[in-house]
């Protein structure tokens, strides 16, 4: 995600929408400092539009900005310890494409699981293809949110809701999209 001088604007009208229920602040490359700075005025759009914010990868990010939770990787900080410094807030993990990592955040409580990628992505290099089946058999193992990830657009994303993903992380496609806004790219998800 890159943070341009468009950038807020366009979150206000793509919140506008009504078809956003989570956003998560993914900066990469920003210092602490500016993270907050960002951080700040994005809290502030969600809760206009009542969004819930989470912060990607950095609890400390999450429990100084006091927003609704953080979405951890695999490399990221241990859920338990997640919890221990943000509290009751929501706590999602990335599980990729594997079964044995979604028992253990079952296990471990997460509010969602993440998995994919289900298609390529400009977002992030794929390291792990997940397929259909995987949510599938996912959605048997628990009733734990199911968050389907990667190369989500337009042309792909009801094939995952009909195989009974709870949400859709969608980023390249809202954010980076070469042909449409970010407005009119929300408008094509129905």
């Known amino acids: 995600m890159k943070i341009n001088k468009f950038f807020y604007g366009d979150l206000t009208k793509v919140l506008k929408h009504k078809k956003v229920s989570f956003f998560q602040l993914r900066l990469k490359n920003e210092s602490f400092k500016k993270k907050l700075i960002i951080g700040r005025k994005i809290r502030k ?6 969004v819930k914010f989470l912060i990607n990868d950095d609890v400390f990010l999450s429990k100084k900005l006091n927003v609704d939770g953080c979405h951890l990787g695999q490399k990221d900080m241990n859920i338990l310890k997640a919890r221990e410094l943000i509290g009751n807030k929501i706590v999602g993990i990335t599980c990729h494409n594997s079964i044995r990592l979604l028992k253990v955040a079952v296990k471990n409580k997460a509010n969602y699981i993440a998995l994919g990628a289900f298609n390529s992505s400009k ?8 397929s259909i089946n995987l949510l599938k058999k996912a959605r048997k193992l ?5 968050v389907a990830i990667g190369g989500i657009n337009a042309n792909n994303y009801k094939k995952l809701l009909l195989n009974k993903a709870n949400f859709l992380a969608i980023s390249g496609y809202i954010w980076n999209n070469k042909k449409l806004k970010p407005v009119d790219a929300i408008k094509k998800l129905k």
């Open 142 to 146: 628990t009733k734990t949110p199911i």
């Open 123 to 130: 977002t992030k290099s794929i390291k792990h293809k997940a």
């Open 45 to 50: 759009i969600c809760k206009k539009f009542n």
